[in-house]
Structure formats: C-alpha cells, structure tokens
C-alpha cells in the first residue's frame, strides 16, 4: 500500500476581541479544509458551514465530504490558529470547545505549536489541530469540526467574521458544491451586517446563505458588523470620529462606548474631566454642570441633585481609561447633539452650535 501524507490545513480568521482600540489583538481559528500543496487524489466534494454569530462571537459548525479517487492514502489534517496584533506566541488553544468527527464517530485530535517548516502558502500560521484521516481505495469520509470563537474587531468598534475558502483550492479538482449559513438573528437591530463572497446569495431577516457550485474557490466569507450610526466631536465635517469601544450591553443601540477625555479640551469647549481615585468616581464639567458617573452603574448625579439614567453602565478599562455612553452624558450636560439618520452621523457639537 502506497501511503502518501499532506498536511491540510482549514482556515476561519476571526477570534478574540480587541478590547482597546490601540491595543487590538486577533486570533485566526479554523475554517475550509485545505491541503499545503494539491493533493493528487483526494478532492473535496462539498462543505457545509454554519455559523451562529453574535456580540460575542461566533459558533461554528463545518461538513466536508471528500472522495479518495486513488489508492489507500493516509492525510494528515490540520487545523491552524493564527493571530494578529498585541498578543503572543500561541502555546495553548484559543478556539472553545473543539472537537472533531470522522463519518460519525469522535476522532481525537493533537495540538501542535507551528514550525516554520510546515508552514506554506500566503499565510503563516502558529498552531495546528492535528489529526491523521485514512482513506480506503475509492472511499469517501465526513470529516467534521465544532468549535467557538470570538469576531474581529477594528479600531472603530465594529466587529468582523472572515470564513476563508480559498484554502480549499488545493484539493484535486473542483468544490461540486458548498453551503454557507450565517445566523445573524443575535445582532441587534443598531448594527448593520454587510459583506460576503460573490456567487448565489439569500438575505433573510435573521440569516444570510450563500450557495456555491463546482468552482475553485477564490473568495472569502467576510461579514461586517459596525454601527449604523457613527458619533463624532465636531460634527463629521469638521470633527474627528470617535473611536467606540466594547459595549457592556448591544442590545442598547444608544449605548456608545467611548473614552470620555474625548470630550476633554480638545477644542477648547471648557470640559474638564477628573478622576477621584478615593471614592472611585469620575467627573465631566461643563459650562457651570457636573455629571458624575460611577463605574458599573447606570445610575449618574448631575450636579450632585438629579439623578440620571444612562443606557449602559460606564467601566474602566485598560491604562485607566473611563468608558461612557458618550452621547448620553453629552445630552445630560447640555452640549449640542444632532444626527443625520439619512448618512448615519451622530454629532456632538458645543452647546448653542448647529451643525
């Protein structure tokens, strides 16, 4: 018997958050199996995928079916982890709850830092699910994966899902058919999902199909997910857009999360912002109003006799940083806030100030 090995890899960009926007981190997990190089005998007769997506992340489920058209063969597959930004080498999974079938039956897999040697292709990937799947003369086998993940994230507080099918290409001729399904029924109606591949698509209100048929795959599953209305300081004219960060609640679509020195001095409107470090408190000042805001309540005192409600409740975050709904504690001190539903603009501007 003549038994040919090929590392296969399956590629899923997107896990873990950035929870900062300047100390963005991003883990890739799993995704379309692939081998490093053709392989000459076996191809992939269709694939299955089915995401569930949410603020959160994502829950993945993937099919593949292939055809060994050749002798008995041994494939070794693999499932890689990549990461991008301010984090590490990767010395233990980050993917949850991984777990692998072959036609029906549970098949272990083995967790293997990368080495640079079997390494291949236009990406470089750090860590590798293994597993060594034999085929019969002429058999077809189900291979399948489950696992959770986090989404992307990008400077401005949207998050994003990447299925990467291009690596199926390598496999001996063409994908007869591929079914992608992803369930945005978890997205609150503030965010707007755009994106995806070219080919057949079905836009329904709680879930998004692509269908695709004997191709070589050439494109990527990539979802968006970002607010439908973003703030800026100024006006979108004249200001900067604010940076949003992670929300404590997505379900509020007023919660956006800022830092609140962005309102501080910036352009000489007289706000002053301070931090009691005793009484754990923070303070924005405003033309004679003080709003005082306490982390993880959603309760603020302005100037020390009402009290206001805020959609979400504020935090710190990391380096110290105050985070607030922005337009609520603008709203709360007087300040100027407009928006353009039509080019979806939040503006806070200077009290008085019409943009």
């Known amino acids: 018997m003549i038994v040919r090995q090929?590392?296969?890899v399956a590629i899923l960009f997107c896990l873990s958050i950035a929870a900062w926007a300047d100390d963005s981190a991003v883990t890739g997990v799993g995704g379309s199996i692939a081998p490093m190089v053709e392989h000459p005998t076996v191809r992939m007769v269709s694939e299955k995928v089915h995401a569930k997506i949410g603020w959160k992340g994502a829950k993945v489920r993937c099919e593949f079916v292939f055809k060994n058209d050749g002798p008995a063969t041994v494939v070794s597959m693999g499932f890689p982890e990549k990461s991008w930004g301010d984090v590490g080498p990767i010395v233990r999974s980050g993917m949850g709850g991984f777990k692998s079938w072959v036609d029906g039956e549970p098949f272990a897999t083995k967790f293997v830092p990368s080495r640079k040697s079997l390494d291949g292709g236009p990406r470089e990937y750090k860590a590798w699910h293994v597993k060594d799947v034999p085929f019969g003369a002429h058999q077809t086998r189900t291979v399948v994966n489950e696992y959770d993940s986090g989404l992307g994230m990008d400077s401005m507080g949207g998050?994003?899902?990447?299925y990467i099918l291009r690596s199926g290409k390598s496999w001996k001729g063409k994908i007869r058919e591929a079914l992608i399904e992803v369930d945005v029924s978890e997205i609150p109606p503030c965010w707007k999902v755009s994106g995806g591949p070219p080919g057949s698509r079905v836009r329904g209100e709680s879930k998004i199909t692509w269908t695709l048929r004997d191709f070589e795959p050439d494109a990527d599953v990539t979802l968006y997910i970002q607010r439908k209305e973003k703030v800026w300081i100024g006006g979108p004219r004249y200001g900067d857009p604010v940076t949003a960060q992670q929300p404590r609640s997505v379900d509020d679509c007023r919660c956006q999360m800022a830092h609140v020195r962005r309102l501080d001095g910036s352009r000489d409107w007289g706000v002053l912002v301070s931090w009691d470090a005793a009484k754990r408190e923070c303070t924005v000042e405003y033309r004679g109003r003080s709003l005082r805001l306490i982390p993880d309540s959603q309760t603020a005192f302005l100037?020390?006799?009402?009290?206001?409600?805020?959609?979400c409740a504020p935090y710190v975050a990391r380096r110290g940083r105050f985070i607030a709904p922005i337009v609520a504690v603008a709203e709360a001190l007087g300040m100027t806030v407009t928006r353009d539903s039509e080019?979806?603009?939040?503006?806070?501007?200077?009290a008085g100030i019409k943009q």
């Not at 006799?305 to 959609?311: M, Y």
């Open 6 to 8: 090929a590392w296969v």
């Open 159 to 162: 998050r994003f899902f990447n």
């Open 343 to 350: 080019r979806g603009f939040i503006s806070i501007l200077e």
């Open 303 to 311: 100037d020390d006799a009402s009290e206001v409600e805020l959609p």
